[in-house]
């Protein structure tokens, strides 16, 4: 759906400031939490300077998505609630529920975000940060010198989880620019470079996570162009091309035969590993929830319910206490209970819905946030620093577009 705005001029340049600043703190969120942090402060300084003194946006209330500020609220809404019954110190409770912040920043950004050439350009911005991490992450595998560095070929961009995502969402926004290219050169170049993605994925980048993404988007391209049928024919060739990662790829073959064994292993293991870490606090979550179904253990207190149960439970490192259970749903589903899991889902459907009633951006944004809900059945990918602003930036700038120009309006402006 596009919304239906009242039209406006070129925008102001409090306006273009509100744009620079969000999308520097969105490109910025991708190596550095201290740059992040201040440029998303600044804009939401600039946010509400314009919304009280000055006419931010004109826009027809009706066309709004208030739908989705409504499943926002809820969600957080209810996390509040969680504070008058927590057990936990106030302190950490209020850090638990100031960690979930990301995605009231949807709200915000929908307003500012409502026109084609900022949404291009902020593609294009995450696109050139993307490549100049993939350049570093090749010029660092094939010489040996991250050592002096301290980077990893496969960690440029904050993690191997990080850098799996964003590397998988450029091998498709790749393919949209090369599909809008006139020039075959361009064309060409965009497919060299979404192929250089690819490969990365396959050969130097080792996280599950950008194998999920990857086969989601996959998945959902041909869902948006060929509806029903093409979710299915999307779902084959997903699994055509996942199973012949597996076969052909040492790096994605080595990476899921090892969280297979340290997944069965996890109770024989001598040394924490990352999937038998997991499956710890997937039995853990799990007893956790049978004894506080309806409302859970409140905001913050996952950390401390679970170490007791672990100490009372394990030995060794499975008895370490941990604060997030790597898995999304068992995370709010252990702190907020089934009331908490499905103002979640409930937020989740909407934000998707919505999105994908809308353009071509807001298709994109319905892609991603898919994405961010398989990976999240592994991490807590909502919650968690760099993934969770990420998503709120994406569905936020993307998510509604405004109605074009009539050709009426047109004549009347000149």
């Not at 409504?70 to 106030?90: E, N, R, S």
């Not at 301290?150 to 989880?161: F, G, I």
């Not at 179904?293 to 149960?309: D, M």
């Not at 009331?339 to 819905?353: D, E, P, Q, S, Y």
């Amino acid at each position: 759906m596009n919304a239906n705005y009242a039209e406006t001029a070129t925008p102001s340049a409090q306006t273009q400031w509100l744009h620079n600043t969000a999308i520097f703190a969105f490109c910025a969120n991708l190596f550095s939490t201290a740059l992040a942090n201040v440029g998303m402060a600044v804009f939401l300084i600039l946010f509400i300077w314009n919304l009280f003194f000055r006419r931010l946006v004109s826009f027809n209330p009706t066309a709004f998505p208030w739908i989705v500020v409504t499943a926002v609220g809820l969600h957080f809404g209810w996390q509040v609630v969680g504070l008058t019954y927590t057990d936990v110190p106030i302190g950490i409770a209020l850090t638990s529920l100031y960690s979930e912040r990301k995605v009231l920043y949807i709200l915000p950004l929908i307003l500012v975000f409502v026109d084609a050439p900022e949404k291009l350009r902020l593609l294009k911005c995450f696109l050139v940060v993307s490549t100049v991490a993939l350049l570093l992450s090749l010029a660092l595998s094939l010489a040996p010198i991250h050592s002096v560095f301290r980077y990893s070929p496969a960690s440029v961009l904050r993690s191997h989880a990080t850098q799996g995502i964003v590397f998988a969402m450029s091998v498709f926004l790749c393919g949209w620019f090369a599909m809008r290219q006139e020039s075959g050169v361009r064309r060409a170049l965009f497919v060299l470079l979404a192929l250089a993605f690819t490969l990365n994925l396959s050969l130097v980048t080792n996280g599950r996570s950008g194998y999920v993404v990857f086969l989601v988007l996959t998945v959902w391209c041909f869902a948006i162009t060929r509806g029903f049928k093409g979710v299915v024919l999307g779902a084959a060739v997903a699994a055509t091309v996942g199973v012949a990662a597996f076969m052909i790829s040492p790096s994605v073959n080595q990476r899921m035969m090892l969280g297979v064994v340290e997944a069965r292993n996890y109770l024989t293991d001598e040394n924490e590993t990352s999937l038998g870490r997991r499956m710890v606090m997937l039995e853990a979550s799990v007893e956790i929830i049978r004894r506080n179904t309806l409302i859970g253990v409140g905001t913050g207190g996952f950390p401390q319910h679970f170490s007791a149960l672990a100490a009372q439970k394990y030995t060794g490192w499975r008895a370490k206490p941990f604060d997030d259970p790597h898995n999304q749903y068992l995370f709010v589903w252990v702190e907020h209970g089934l009331i908490g899991l499905a103002t979640f889902v409930f937020m989740l459907f909407v934000i998707v819905r919505q999105c994908a009633r809308g353009d071509m951006f807001g298709r994109m944004a319905a892609g991603c946030v898919l994405a961010w809900c398989a990976t999240s059945f592994f991490s807590s990918h909502f919650r968690t620093f760099t993934e969770g602003h990420l998503i709120a930036f994406i569905v936020g700038m993307l998510m509604l577009s405004r109605a074009p120009e009539q050709p009426a309006n047109r004549s009347n402006s000149r």
